[in-house]
């Protein structure tokens, strides 16, 4: 990872990016200002978020050994503090699955990493994406969080 990662320091919390992919072409500040608005629905105290761009071998072990589930993913979100201290969280995101979903749903990589970004944060947040009503209400979330990132 990177010695000093650009952060986004918020009246709530920092947040921070890292690559684990040199050559990876992302907007990070974009990124960083939609998983702000994300972070914004947390309602308790938050301390440090971490976006963490990987490839698909890393997240796909990640996925293994976590979840015990074989095969990549998007995004997996890990809450580091126990519930009565501020925030502090980590957030996977998968560069390999972004492109092919960027591709899928037809937007810019960077649109779909910040989208990854929110989505994270909301997970860290208390939100869930099991349930049809869940995800509809996720995606409502993530994407007022692009909107505001793009007001940034």
Same mark, same amino acid.
């Given at each position: 990872?990177?010695?000093?990662?650009?952060?986004?320091?918020?009246?709530?919390?920092?947040?921070?990016?890292?690559?684990?992919?040199?050559?990876?072409?992302?907007?990070?500040?974009?990124?960083?200002?939609?998983?702000?608005?994300?972070?914004?629905?947390?309602? =308790?105290?938050?301390?440090? #978020?971490?976006?963490? $761009?990987?490839?698909? +071998?890393?997240? !796909? @072990?990640?996925? /293994?050994?976590? %979840?015990?589930?074989?095969?990549?993913?998007?995004?997996?979100?890990?809450?580091?503090?126990?519930?009565?201290? =501020?925030?502090?969280?980590? #957030?996977?995101?998968? $560069?390999?699955?972004? +492109?092919?979903? !960027? @591709?899928?749903? /037809?937007?810019? %990589?960077?649109?779909?990493?910040?989208?990854?970004?929110?989505?994270?944060?909301?997970?860290?947040?208390?939100?869930?994406?099991?349930?049809?009503?869940?995800?509809?209400?996720?995606?409502?979330?993530?994407? !007022?969080?692009?909107?505001?990132?793009?007001?940034?």
């Amino acid at each position: 990872m990177n010695d000093k990662p650009p952060s986004r320091k918020r009246a709530r919390g920092t947040l921070e990016f890292y690559s684990e992919i040199p050559q990876a072409r992302v907007r990070k500040d974009f990124a960083l200002a939609c998983a702000g608005a994300a972070m914004r629905r947390i309602p =308790a105290s938050v301390n440090t #978020i971490r976006l963490v $761009l990987i490839g698909d +071998r890393k997240m !796909a @072990k990640l996925h /293994r050994d976590f %979840l015990n589930i074989r095969g990549t993913t998007d995004v997996l979100t890990f809450t580091l503090s126990e519930p009565e201290e =501020a925030l502090e969280g980590e #957030i996977y995101i998968c $560069l390999d699955q972004a +492109r092919r979903q !960027a @591709k899928h749903y /037809r937007v810019p %990589l960077y649109h779909e990493v910040a989208r990854l970004a929110a989505h994270g944060v909301l997970h860290l947040a208390g939100f869930d994406d099991h349930s049809e009503r869940e995800r509809t209400e996720m995606r409502k979330h993530e994407d !007022a969080a692009l909107r505001a990132g793009r007001a940034a």
